[in-house]
């Protein structure tokens, strides 16, 4: 007996996420109700039109406008597939989105695609203003199905990685598809914290707990309650702060400093660091029984050279931002990006958004080639010799250094670029960080780095 459409249509009711069957044609054979919510559509009104009509509002083929098509390589290789997907809503709006591909074949010989679509985001406009998770690598959809696995729990997570492998965005997708996501997702930075600010910071203070506070403050584990709260670069945390943070994790209750009633959090902590901690407790400066309280899942961030083949989508995704804050659209050549793939990356994507920068600061036009790229890296490969060696504390060195006077001029060309921006808005460092891309605490240790006091004037 060969499959029916029956048959069909009972497969896709096995699934919670959205799920839909589709011929070699590309048409539309079955839906399940997942499908027709996320989708605003009604299943007799899909099957029979084209895939590429529904999801993409296109009348060819998406693999025919130079994007990956899990329904091409399916039925290419007979074999499943995944990638990272965008698809349009009813509404006009664009959602990311990871695809399972899998190859069905009936008793007729037949061949069908059948594809599990689960979301990776709150939806975003086209201009792509916020950070996205991009990537169709294997050591990047590997890192997804276990950011996507830690969103389903409420349990510690610790990422880590080297600088600039996008450790607060892969904290942001955890928050973002957990249960918690209408609740507040708050960042510490534990490279700034001394005993006193940590407490003021992290467990407010009463009216008069010390000079100068003359009222009382919320700690950010009141503020982030019910949320999230991320402790960036836990591993810079002194032994003092580690014994401090452990007692909340054990027993969910502080009090705020000056204060005597005890206070209970139910925020969710997750944590980052750029350091290999299994060193930091042999050589006894990071707890090990802290490290069992962060890492209860514990996910490792790959280095951009662990997945080079997600350069062309990553700059992308980094023009399309940049570009979008200038109001200008930039187009990167084939042998531009040949370039890019071609560089190791110290930085990681950190320094690809950095190399990028700096491209487009040298240049007058919006067409990015492969010459400027390849001065660009030159550039960076200049200023790490003539920087020197790397910090032992880091697995490896921002890429974006500040260079020796022998070196270019990048840094001089940054210091000018943050001054202007400040004084344009006045000094307002939330408006300058939204400039530049970057959180306000990347602002703060710039303003730091060239001695600019924020003010207007400066």
């Not at 029916?4 to 079955?30: C, G, M, W």
């Not at 080297?162 to 928050?175: C, N, P, Q, S």
């Not at 918690?180 to 008069?208: H, M, N, Q």
């Not at 299994?278 to 090990?288: L, M, S, V, W, Y």
């Amino acid at each position: 007996m060969s499959m029916s459409t029956i048959d069909l249509q009972s497969l896709v009711n096995t699934h919670e996420n959205p799920f839909v069957i589709i011929d070699k044609d590309y048409r539309i054979v079955a839906v399940n109700s997942a499908y027709e919510e996320a989708y605003s559509v009604s299943g007799k009104d899909v099957i029979g039109k084209t895939c590429h009509a529904i999801s993409h509002g296109n009348d060819r083929p998406c693999h025919e406008y130079g994007e990956i098509c899990p329904h091409q390589h399916v039925l290419e290789k007979r074999d499943n597939f995944r990638c990272v997907h965008v698809h349009q809503g009813d509404d006009g709006l664009l959602k990311q989105v990871l695809v399972k591909a899998y190859f069905l074949k009936d008793n007729n010989g037949e061949y069908y695609v059948a594809e599990n679509i689960e979301s990776l985001e709150t939806e975003y406009d086209a201009t792509h203003e916020k950070p996205q998770m991009v990537g169709n690598s294997p050591a990047f959809l590997r890192v997804l199905d276990l950011l996507q696995l830690a969103s389903n729990s409420d349990a510690p997570v610790l990422l880590e990685g080297e600088t600039g492998t996008g450790k607060e965005l892969a904290a942001r997708f955890v928050h973002d598809h957990s249960e918690r996501r209408d609740k507040p997702f708050l960042t510490l930075d534990c490279t700034v914290l001394t005993e006193s600010l940590f407490e003021a910071e992290v467990f407010g203070y009463e009216r008069g707990a010390f000079t100068g506070s003359v009222g009382e403050k919320e700690g950010l584990f009141e503020v982030a309650q019910g949320g999230t709260l991320f402790l960036d670069e836990i591993g810079e945390m002194s032994p003092a702060l580690q014994a401090k943070l452990l007692r909340v994790l054990e027993t969910g209750e502080f009090r705020r400093v000056g204060g005597r009633k005890t206070l209970h959090t139910d925020a969710r902590i997750i944590c980052a660091t750029n350091r290999h901690l299994g060193h930091a407790i042999a050589e006894q400066h990071f707890r090990q029984d802290l490290y069992y309280r962060v890492a209860c899942l514990s996910i490792h961030m790959p280095s951009l050279r662990e997945r080079l083949e997600d350069i062309p989508l990553l700059a992308e995704a980094l023009l399309q931002r940049i570009g979008g804050k200038k109001g200008r659209r930039y187009i990167i050549t084939g042998d531009a990006l040949s370039e890019l793939a071609d560089y190791s990356y110290p930085g990681n994507i950190r320094e690809l958004r950095n190399i990028l920068d700096a491209v487009i600061a040298h240049g007058t036009g919006n067409t990015i080639k492969a010459p400027e790229v390849a001065a660009a890296i030159d550039r960076y490969r200049r200023h790490r010799t003539t920087s020197g060696p790397t910090s032992g504390n880091k697995n490896h060195q921002d890429a974006a250094a500040v260079p020796t006077a022998q070196a270019d001029n990048l840094k001089s060309i940054e210091e000018h670029h943050v001054r202007q921006l400040l004084q344009k808005h006045a000094g307002n460092r939330r408006l300058v960080a939204k400039a530049l891309g970057v959180s306000e605490r990347t602002v703060y240790r710039k303003l730091k780095q060239y001695h600019l006091n924020g003010d207007a004037g400066c």
